[in-house]
């Protein structure tokens, strides 16, 4: 299926999950799942994911700065301007639902940046991957590492939370991450 759907590289693991032996997920299963209690109207769920996309920009940022190599802070920079857009569509969202009319600038006084995208810290992140910052392939691994972390996050809070509005605005978010998952796992291919 994966093969059928693009994927270059595909393994079939003889002996199925249980006889992977290399890179599995990390954190414990509960990771980010602080951050949202279940109860969240939809404008709560999208001040958290915009603190959540505001935190992985910056950190993108951060990393660009400490890049010795000028494609990878290229890199780093074009990862941080994709954050910006998800920034612009939950911020577009909270206008709409809330129909306060709200400015950008009112709005991010009002979220609260606790962690990335996943549910880590910026140094949690590090720790966990150590990327070397001159490695085009470790930017795009890393990132793809939080997007997929971000993905999880979201679908397990689609679980939990019991709004039905609050659910679907998380579930567009996760499709979000999964077509931008899907697109570094193109670039990982270009490269």
Partial sequence: ??????????????????????????????????LFIGKEAPLDVLKVAYSLEQGLQEFYVTLANKAGN????????????????????????????????INKDEFEKIVEISALEGGLS???????????????????SLAMSIEAQALDLYHRVSSKISDSESKA????????????LASLGKLMDSI
Avoid: C
Wanted: glycine share 8%; aromatic share 8%; proline share 2%.
């Fill in 169 to 180: 605005i998380v579930n567009k978010i996760a499709d979000e991450e999964k077509a931008h």
């Fill in 70 to 101: 000028e494609k990878v802070k290229d890199l780093f920079l074009k990862l941080s301007k994709i954050e910006v857009k998800h920034q612009i569509s939950i911020y577009t969202a909270y206008n709409r639902i809330s129909h306060e009319g």
């Fill in 122 to 140: 910026t140094e949690e992140y590090m720790d966990l991957f150590k990327p070397d910052l001159n490695s085009e392939k470790e930017v795009i």
């Fill in 1 to 34: 299926m994966l093969a059928g759907k693009g994927f270059k590289q595909v393994f079939n693991v003889s002996g199925g999950i249980n006889a992977w032996k290399s890179k599995t997920a990390i954190g414990p299963q509960d990771l980010g799942m602080d």
